[in-house]
């Protein structure tokens, strides 16, 4: 069988899947999942020295270290995922719920029912995480999902899927629910983003490129998430040792994720007091800044920051930094260079705070806490399929509500229109 009959198979399995899907009770699908969370840790051993398989090559090519972080299956990675799946499992099942009902005047009463999007296909790279997260989340939601995972983790999907088949297989899924495409050739992409026919949604996760390339190629529907450039502004006043720990962890915990800090803003009436302290807890963490003209004057160890850094997602331990006049430069700043993802303030005033979060656009705008908040589990989603930057038809972490989407139902008694 050719490659592309290979695909369009799938996304015909896939469909038919689909149909099943959306009918299933909780009950059955809540098994399933607490089934593949079983047999990931029965299949723990084999999933690790595939994944083993992957990290070694990537080293080899001479991937980054934030992409072998994210492409490593380590013991708490596997038991994220399998936590992952039993919290989605007792997540309230959204379809089938009816909402904003009411009674027309000619008498029929009508409503909004939840149901399942179809059939979503997902186009990640390094995060062999995703492939459980994504399924999980799908079959809660009643979905079938097709996996096209990058190369880099080729074996770590595999086996990966292989465990998901075996769970869903023993709870009577139907076993195009859940499809991994089995090979690493970039022409099954393509090929996958033209099945207008069967697939009903697109969700890319990795490099800026890669969801560039898949919005241009795709006759699909696409959530797009190009990059993380989040911000952290330090107003005037502020809990400035409290700004340093936020900072800090916002930057420094995990730079090679989205929703790691990028840029810090500074008020110019703390910028003084507040760089020095933030400057040796970042350097004992191994930050480099890039600085404004007012930062390197401050701080004359900085690298001068250019043109090109404002925008930049480093996912590195690289901070751009830039002292600003006040709260509205600082969030002229953020519309000229974020990315609709993650932005921060950190303040004492609460009126300002209400500004804040009502003025800048973000999936999330948080008050006094670190970036790295956005997260499907963070915010009670439990695993998410990503973050979407874009709002439509989600904005922010898409748990399993937002793999559903609603349609109107109505009950009459013989109304006719006149």
């Known amino acids: 069988m050719s490659l592309e009959n ?3 198979e799938i996304a015909k399995q896939a469909r038919a899947a689909a149909r099943i899907m959306a009918a299933l009770p909780a009950e059955q699908k809540n098994r399933a999942l607490f089934t593949i969370a079983r047999q990931l840790e029965k299949d723990k051993e084999e999933i690790q020295a595939e994944n083993e398989k992957d990290v070694a090559a990537a080293r080899e090519n001479g991937l980054s270290d934030a992409m072998i972080d994210r492409l490593t299956i380590t013991d708490k990675v596997l038991d994220g995922m399998v936590n992952g799946l039993k919290y989605v499992a007792g997540l309230e099942d959204p379809v089938g719920t009816l909402s904003d009902s009411s009674i027309r005047p000619n008498g029929i009463e009508m409503a909004r029912m939840r149901i399942p999007l179809g059939v979503i296909g997902i186009i990640y790279e390094s995060r062999p995480n995703v492939t459980v997260d994504a399924a999980g989340l799908c079959l809660k939601a009643g979905n079938a999902v097709i996996l ?13 899927a ?10 009577g899924l139907p076993a195009g629910a859940v499809q991994v495409i089995p090979t690493s050739d970039r022409a099954a992409v393509d ?14 996760r990795g490099g ?22 989040c911000h952290a502004y330090v107003d005037d006043p502020a809990d400035l040792d409290m700004g340093v720990s936020i900072v800090l962890n916002a930057k420094a915990q995990r730079p090679g994720v989205c929703n790691a800090l990028e840029t810090l803003l500074v008020h110019e009436g703390v910028a003084q007091q507040f760089l020095p302290m933030a400057h040796t807890a970042l350097a004992d963490a ?7 003209p007012k930062t390197c004057e401050i701080l004359p160890d900085a690298v001068p ?5 404002w925008p930049m997602e480093y996912l590195n331990l690289t901070l751009a930094v830039k002292v600003v006049k006040d709260m509205d430069d600082a969030m002229a700043h953020i519309a000229a260079y974020g990315s ?6 950190i303040t004492t005033d609460l009126n300002r705070s209400r500004r804040f979060i009502r003025e800048v656009d973000a999936s999330l705008v948080i008050v006094n806490a670190s970036t790295r908040f956005n997260d499907g589990g963070e915010l009670g989603l439990g695993a998410e399929m990503g973050i979407s930057t874009s709002k439509l038809h989600a904005y922010g972490p898409m748990g399993i509500k937002e793999l559903t989407t609603t349609k109107f139902v109505a009950w009459g008694n013989g109304q006719i229109r006149s």
């Open 6 to 8: 290979q695909i369009i």
């Open 148 to 160: 096209r995972g990058g190369s880099e983790a080729i074996y770590s999907n595999q086996a990966l």
């Open 162 to 171: 292989r465990s998901i088949e075996q769970g869903i297989a023993t709870e």
């Open 191 to 204: 090929m996958m983003l033209k099945q207008e026919e069967y697939i009903d949604l697109i969700i890319p």
């Open 208 to 229: 800026e490129g890669l969801i560039r390339h898949v919005v241009a190629a795709s006759s699909i529907p696409v959530l797009k998430h190009y990059k993380g450039v």
């Open 286 to 292: 191994g930050v480099t800044l890039k600085g404004c």
């Open 305 to 309: 920051a250019t043109e090109a850094d």
């Open 340 to 345: 609709n993802h993650t932005e921060a303030i």
